[in-house]
């Protein structure tokens, strides 16, 4: 991504968490050094970018819940923006960051960013409808309730694969969750900050109301 496409990409994720971020927190005026030495405006904004992001990505019980999965993506990316250091535009790990993110805008908000849609799958239509099958927990089943976080989707997701396999544990959720939290792990999904898996108990939250089988 070149320096005009990650600057539209910030303002794009600041105004899309405006309700989460302190009033005029980017304005950036006051000064900020480090053994003496006077950071950048760039510097500034990355430092204040990854701090916020972390914290309404991972560590507010309260903004977490109030999320829409929009607002969640684009905590992912300031913070991911806020990680980078001066010498990359993006990385691998930033730019999947930042692709989840995009396919969540309409279609006239992603065209700044269409050649890094496209640049990174090279492959033909039928290879991007494989690819975005890659991950089929992370599709809404339209039979559910609205998810209040969004590990919501996949954690039913595999509940009904589980449910599929062996339909037993339908009426044995204290057996069934713990297997939603290890098909979770597996992908990749655990709990705010990425390091412990769930606990069973949570999982239940995501099932109440969920018609499995």
């Not at 989460?20 to 760039?42: H, I, M, Q, T």
């Not at 999320?67 to 535009?89: D, I, R």
């Not at 992908?187 to 109440?208: E, H, M, N, S, W």
Request: net charge neutral; with cysteine; hydrophobic share 35%.
């Amino acid at each position: 991504m070149d320096s005009k496409s990650i600057e539209f990409l910030r303002k794009l994720v600041i105004n899309e968490l405006k309700e989460f971020l302190p009033k005029g927190c980017f304005k950036l005026e006051a000064e900020l050094s480090v053994n003496g030495k006077e950071f950048s405006w760039d510097e500034k904004w990355k430092c204040m970018a990854a701090m916020l992001g972390n914290r309404i990505c991972y560590e507010s019980d309260c903004n977490i819940i109030n999320l829409t999965p929009k607002q969640y993506a684009a905590s992912k990316v300031l913070y991911a923006l806020g990680n980078l250091t001066e010498s990359e535009e993006t990385t691998t790990e930033a730019e999947e960051v930042i692709k989840d993110y995009l396919h969540l805008l309409p279609e006239q908000e992603k065209e700044p960013f269409v050649s890094l849609l496209k640049s990174n799958r090279k492959q033909s239509d039928s290879q991007v409808i494989l690819s975005e099958n890659i991950k089929p927990w992370l599709k809404p089943d339209p039979r559910d309730p609205q998810p209040e976080q969004p590990w919501y989707t996949p954690a039913r997701y595999f509940a009904r694969q589980l449910v599929n396999e062996d339909s037993t544990l339908l009426t044995k959720r204290d057996i069934l969750t713990p297997k939603v939290v290890q098909h979770l792990t597996k992908v990749g999904i655990k709990k705010r900050g990425g390091i412990k898996p769930f606990d069973p108990g949570t999982i239940k939250k995501a099932l109440t109301n969920v018609i499995l089988g």
